[in-house]
Nanobody
Framework: QAQLVESGGGLVQPGGSLRLSCAAS????????MAWYRQAPGKERELVAT???????NYAGSVKGRFTISRDNAKNTVYLQMNSLKPEDTAVYYC????????WGQGTQVTVSS
């Protein structure tokens, strides 16, 4: 069955960078629509970035210009490069397949704090 496993989260200072990875298995990744979501404490889960099988991307306004979503179909992996991180980026980050999401990963914690 489909499986998504995120990694790369951690504690970073404001202004720092992190790269999240999401390893996919159990489905035909190279034609899949993939996305990153996040959920901060006490808030609803929100869509952060999406990427089509052809590589077209879209971003939430709050991360545009700072985050970059990409994919490596040879490695069945989708990435989220996060630069210029802010405390308000603190959240659990999830990758997902399809929209609306058909599968979710377990999430990886990102904490931005000095």
């Amino acid at each position: 069955q489909a499986q998504l496993v995120e990694s790369g989260g951690g504690l970073v200072q404001p202004g720092g960078s992190l790269r999240l990875s999401c390893a996919a298995s159990g489905f035909l990744f190279r034609i899949a629509f993939m996305a990153w979501y996040r959920q901060a404490p006490g808030k609803e889960r929100e869509l952060v970035a999406t990427i089509t099988y052809g590589g077209s991307t879209n971003y939430a306004g709050s991360v545009k210009g700072r985050f970059t979503i990409s994919r490596d179909n040879a490695k069945n992996t989708v990435y989220l490069q996060m630069n210029s991180l802010k405390p308000e980026d603190t959240a659990v980050y999830y990758c997902a397949r399809d929209y609306p999401p058909r599968n979710w990963g377990q999430g990886t914690q990102v904490t931005v704090s000095s």
